[in-house]
């Protein structure tokens, strides 16, 4: 994949997810991108953070002590892990919302 098309996918998925942390209580649970990274900062003060690998054409997360990186599949057109277990970007960080902060994100 070249350069504007990894670019072009990464902020797609940033602003996927801010998009889906707008109808949440902020206090819960609030998402923000400042260059390559996007944080979500939890209520407890915890954060996940999901930033963009140039080099690799991944995207990254990190939270709750654990890391995975996500490579865009072109034939499904998703973000899934590159370890093979089936992680999915959009549904691992809604899982981790849930688990950290209770609350329901609509990442579909």
């Known amino acids: 994949m070249d350069e504007s098309r990894y670019l072009h996918l990464a902020d797609e998925a940033f602003k996927r997810i801010q998009d889906a942390f707008e109808p949440l209580d902020p206090d819960d649970a609030e998402a923000y991108a400042a260059g ?20 690799t054409r991944q995207l990254w997360l990190a939270a709750r002590a654990r890391a995975w990186h996500f490579s865009y599949d072109e034939a499904t057109a998703r973000w899934l892990d590159d370890k ?3 992680d999915e970007l959009y549904a691992t960080i809604a899982r981790v919302v849930h688990e950290t902060a209770g609350v329901t994100v609509a990442l579909p």
């Not at 990274?37 to 080099?55: A, E, K, Y």
């Open 36 to 55: 390559d990274v996007l944080t979500i900062t939890f209520r407890d003060g915890s954060r996940c953070v999901v930033n963009t690998q140039r080099p």
């Open 84 to 86: 093979g277990r089936g």
